[in-house]
């Protein structure tokens, strides 16, 4: 089976620079979540789909960032303005089930972002 | 307060040795619980769920204590290849299938 694809996997920006990310889920899932990971912290969570339907975006800074999943399968993430302090890895992961907890998640190997 | 608080440690100890990790969440209704492990500059990974009766697989055993709220991962016999940091994970109820993640616990196995 196919893990979660995502690209690119570096990105160095200037601050007020834009900057996309692309993630490709596992076949036939459903859900779909962007993680922001800072340098010492753990993953938190931005936004998280079912299909091409939000279910959270209440952590997202939506002054800059914004995503979407159009077609109910790959996503783009996009910040808009940078800043310094969104220098992190962006992860994606997608999940069968949308409710309850069961079998976890699988998690793309990540977009590390730098801003300069 | 945060939803799941763990040690970040770093612990170091030499191989062979056992070493447990504790983490705590702050709601009481929550009712998924696993362990990922994260190596450095990489994705994290799922290690084990933890169930009710606690569970074991080879020498990682999770545990649960619902009264104390929190959640504990055993390694015995350590190797180098432990190496990692161990991400603490909760899914509170309500939350559709949003992971609640800690810090993480650096462990170090040393030769």
């Known amino acids: 089976e196919a893990g979660v694809a995502q690209s690119p996997r570096y990105k160095i920006i200037e601050k007020r620079q834009s900057v996309a990310f692309w993630c490709n889920p596992i076949s036939g899932h459903a859900t779909l979540y962007w993680y922001q990971q800072i340098l010492g912290q753990g993953p938190k969570l931005l936004i998280q789909?079912?299909?091409?339907?939000?279910?959270?975006d209440s952590q997202l800074p939506k002054d800059r960032f914004s995503a979407e999943r159009l077609k109910g399968v790959d996503s783009t993430l996009k910040i808009q303005p940078a800043k310094l302090e969104d220098s992190a890895v962006y992860l994606c992961a997608s999940s069968l089930a949308p409710s309850g907890g069961g079998g976890g998640y699988t998690f793309g190997s990540g977009t590390r972002l730098t801003v300069v | 307060r945060k939803e799941v608080e763990q040690d970040p440690g770093p612990f170091n100890v030499p191989e062979g040795a056992t070493v447990a990790f504790n983490c705590t969440y702050s709601n009481s209704a929550s009712q998924s619980f696993f362990w990922y492990r994260q190596d450095c500059r990489k994705e994290p990974k799922l290690l084990m769920s933890v169930y009710s009766s606690g569970n074991e697989d080879g020498r990682f055993t999770a545990q649960l204590n619902r009264a104390s709220q929190y959640i504990s991962l055993l390694i015995r016999d350590s190797k180098l290849s432990d190496s990692a940091t161990y991400l603490c994970?909760?899914?509170?109820?309500?939350?559709?299938?949003?992971?609640?993640f800690g810090t993480g616990t650096s462990l170090t196995v040393i030769p």
């Open positions: 789909f079912q299909n091409n339907g939000v279910v959270d």
């Open positions: 994970v909760v899914n509170p109820p309500n939350t559709g299938n949003q992971f609640y």
